[in-house]
């Protein structure tokens, strides 16, 4: 009569043991991973806001978006710098429909993205001589001063280098 082979409790607790230890290695390393993709992404979108930013004054008589009717002396929105960056502007800031007569630049982007970390797009405007929070506070996507034509991810933390909202 043959005797069948099976494994001991002692080998498989060494297989489990050693998966274990597998698993405590490759798990931290695809977490830092994902960070530093959102890192790199992060990085992406605050240049691209940047790079819209200055052609966007180059066009507009040095008025960063953001200002109703490319007016300094009104307080910028959120919404009026949305509109600026994905219709139809003229020399002025005034916006309309993509292709409107007399609107010749833009749009310079198909969305406003959204902060890779909170995953917001919103857009909290400073009033014109308002410094930047001492922190950022995660209530919105984006923190811009048009005065200054500056913008910063609003995120809370921090990479191997400097905080997210000093990228």
């Not at 002396?73 to 800031?93: E, H, I, K, Y």
């Not at 310079?108 to 009033?127: R, V």
Request: include cysteine; aromatic fraction near 8%; charge should be positive.
């Amino acid at each position: 009569m043959k005797l069948a082979r099976a494994f001991t409790l002692v080998e498989i607790l060494i297989v489990v043991v050693l998966l274990a230890i597998l698993a405590v290695i490759v798990i931290p390393s695809l977490s830092r991973g994902t960070t530093m993709a959102k890192e790199s992404a992060l990085a992406s979108e605050i240049g691209m806001l940047r790079r819209f930013m200055l052609v966007y004054a180059s066009q507009h008589l040095e008025v960063s978006p953001g200002y109703p009717n490319g007016n300094r002396a009104v307080a910028p929105t959120g919404d009026t710098f949305r509109d600026q960056a994905m219709l139809s502007s003229n020399a002025q800031g005034q916006t309309a429909a993509v292709g409107a007569p007399g609107f010749k630049y833009g749009p310079y982007l198909s969305k406003i993205p959204a902060n890779p970390f909170n995953g917001k797009d919103t857009i909290e405007m400073l009033a014109n001589g308002q410094a930047f929070p001492a922190n950022a506070d995660d209530s919105h996507g984006w923190i811009c001063r048009p005065w200054t034509g500056e913008i910063r991810a609003d995120n809370t933390g921090t990479s191997l280098r400097k905080p997210y909202y000093e990228f």
